[in-house]
């Protein structure tokens, strides 16, 4: 999977209040599926769509022992977007520093 594709699976799977509320619960530590979707007011199945977005962006990763499913947080997706949108930053940070310094020459220079 090439890099902007995995980035924007990551950042479609932070964009929804829901996912975020899973991703914090395992954060904590491995979970059952059904203890994960215990406070939502959502049916199983809806959750269950969330946890899909999840681990197609490889945020959740799922481990079945019998008929039970356990979830965990995997943090590398999200240090990569962290990463890019450090670099993202810093690249246009700097752009508009260089931007700042020219029209304040040029504003001086006019005066």
Do not use: C
Not at 10 to 24: E, F, N, S
Not at 25 to 49: H, Y
Request: hydrophobic share 40%; proline share 4%; glycine share 2%.
């Amino acid at each position: 999977m090439s890099a902007p594709r995995t980035l924007d699976r990551t950042l479609l799977a932070l964009a929804d209040p829901t996912r975020r509320a899973i991703l914090q619960r395992l954060s904590k530590g491995e979970a059952r599926v059904t203890e994960v979707a215990q406070p939502f007011t959502m049916s199983l199945n809806a959750v269950s769509k969330h946890i899909l977005v999840l681990e197609r962006a490889k945020l959740v990763k799922r481990r079945k022992v019998g008929r039970e499913h356990f979830l965990s947080y995997r943090s590398e997706p999200l240090e990569a977007a962290t990463k890019w949108m450090d670099e993202t930053r810093a690249f246009w940070g700097s752009r508009l520093d260089a931007l700042e310094r020219l029209l304040r020459e040029e504003n001086e220079n006019t005066k």
